[in-house]
């Protein structure tokens, strides 16, 4: 479904242009919370000094935010923020905008500039958190901040959650602030969170970009792998160690990948809804799934991140073993990090990772694990989605095709399904897959112009969330 199509344009209300000054104290914002080293180490491991001196921060860019009488903003769990945007018109239901404060942690190695430094190049900001996710925490207070200043008053009440451990679980920070609305009462038409970009270069065949929508997420299984075995003499040792189970357990898992799942999950609705911008024949395949599924399976399984979207995968990212040369070791340990296809269980991958290691001297430990999500509604009467479409088209009028996705990593707004069922991850920026390496890598950075246009985007969009919802008609193509 293109979106050429639908529904005209509607402008805001007011306008998203911002003044030359408006833009130069934007960006010189955005480099000052990217200054802040926010860096989540592991779970309860935090920088509490940069996450404190982050909250003094926003309020002091971000003054008429925090000084706003509609606005109730409260601390959560010592260093996550909630705002309280009350609307004036109490009948309609209120949204939730979703960012995260903490990043992951980036030594200095390979990068261009310091990864702290928010140094600008060539129209370009650099450092750790430019596109996960500060972006979106400056970006969200940074449109409220100017829709404030232009005297806007929201109509539909919206929260704004920025979480602070959302690299090493949510823990302290969503599922508190979840916890807390749900003892409010509060039920939310739809949460918007990251996840997910406008994708350009992706798919070799298909040239033009194209923004996904992620609306269903994948679930995650920490298993730890351990062997033990008598320690003795290394002069005299058994036939097999601790090292040598374990090694060959881990590599049988690594070399047997889950099953392919193609064709259950959104994934196909992604392909279906995308095949009329391929040319021939990939336009041809690509609406035949019933007939070239076998063939489009294979070709998805070649690239790493489209094999993402296939299959549950198989990280080993942990070993530990060995405590001297000459003694036979004890106790080996592995960590694997599986990342669990929407149409499968932690249950059923967890069995399928025992049937792949067949052997008994192998225990498996649960350290953590995350049920994937369910698929959040996607159609015409999708208020948020549709909302996100409607601004897409506002603000990249250059992009006519927005689709349904699955975001492959995890993000805060899991914890949220208590609250709603319409969850979009999808932030307004555009991302090739280079920039998709810089993402927990190196050299990880926005354009200001992007970065504009994010701002511009959640401008609208607050805006559009305000004004009467027509139902959106579809003329179908061809
Ligand atoms: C043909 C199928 C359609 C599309 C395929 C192409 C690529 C799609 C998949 C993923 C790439 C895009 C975005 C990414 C995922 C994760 C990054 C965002 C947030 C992560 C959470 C975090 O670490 O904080
Ligand atoms: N969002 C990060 C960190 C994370 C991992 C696992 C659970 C929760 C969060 C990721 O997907 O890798
Ligand atoms: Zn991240
Ligand atoms: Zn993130």
Not at 36 to 60: C, D, M, Q, R, W
Not at 134 to 148: F, P, R, T
Not at 444 to 469: L, M, P, W
Request: hydrophobic share 40%; charged share 20%; proline share 7%.
């Amino acid at each position: 479904k293109g979106l050429r199509d639908t529904e005209h344009q509607r402008a805001s209300p007011i306008p998203s242009q911002f003044s030359q000054e408006e833009r130069v104290t934007m960006k010189e914002s955005l480099k000052g919370a990217i200054q802040i080293p926010t860096v989540s180490f592991n779970p309860g491991e935090f920088n509490t000094t940069a996450l404190a001196e982050f909250g003094e921060y926003i309020h002091k860019v971000f003054p008429t935010v925090f000084r706003t009488s509609f606005i109730q903003h409260e601390v959560v769990g010592e260093y996550s923020h909630l705002f309280t945007v009350q609307g004036s018109d109490p009948s309609l239901q209120p949204y939730m905008l979703l960012a995260h404060i903490d990043v992951v942690p980036a030594p200095d190695q390979g990068w261009e500039v310091p990864p702290f430094s928010g140094l600008e190049r060539d129209g370009f900001i650099y450092g750790r958190g430019t596109l996960d996710n500060k972006n979106s925490v400056m970006a969200i207070l940074q449109a409220l901040e100017l829709l404030l200043i232009r005297n806007y008053i929201p109509r539909r009440t919206f929260f704004i959650a920025l979480g602070h451990d959302e690299e090493v679980s949510g823990a302290h920070g969503a599922q508190k602030i979840s916890a807390l609305l749900q003892a409010r009462g509060v039920q939310l038409a739809f949460i918007v969170d990251e996840g997910s970009f406008i994708l350009d270069g992706f798919i070799p065949s298909l040239k033009t970009p194209f923004a996904m929508v992620s609306v269903s997420e994948k679930g995650s299984l920490d298993l730890m792998l351990e062997v033990n075995m008598t320690p003795g003499h290394s002069s005299a040792p058994p036939k097999e160690t601790s090292i040598g189970i374990l090694a060959a357990a881990v590599s049988r898992l690594e070399q047997t990948p889950m099953p392919n799942m193609f064709g259950s999950g959104p994934l196909k609705m992604t392909l279906q809804q995308l095949a009329n911008e391929f040319s021939f024949p990939a336009n041809v395949i690509f609406n035949n799934l019933w007939l070239f599924w076998p063939l489009v399976s294979r070709l998805m399984e070649r690239e790493d991140i489209t094999n993402a979207l296939v299959r549950t995968t198989t990280a080993v990212t942990m070993f530990k073993a060995g405590i001297k040369v000459n003694v036979i070791p004890p106790v080996a340990q592995a960590t694997v990090n599986f990342r669990i296809h929407p149409a499968q269980t932690v249950q059923e991958v967890l069995k399928l990772a025992k049937d792949i290691v067949v052997d008994d001297r192998v225990q498996f430990h649960v350290l953590e694990s995350f049920e994937p999500l369910p698929v959040s509604p996607f159609d015409d009467q999708a208020l948020g989605y549709q909302l996100i479409r409607q601004t897409i088209q506002s603000i990249f009028p250059e992009i006519n095709i927005v689709v349904p996705g699955t975001c492959i990593a995890q993000t805060d707004s899991r914890l949220y399904t208590n609250l709603t069922t319409g969850i979009y991850r999808f932030n307004p920026v555009y991302l090739q897959p280079q920039d998709f390496r810089s993402i927990h890598g190196i050299n990880e950075r926005i354009s200001v112009q992007a970065y504009e246009s994010q701002v511009k985007f959640i401008f609208e969009f607050i805006q559009n969330a305000d004004t009467e919802q027509r139902p959106v008609s579809h003329l179908h193509e061809l």
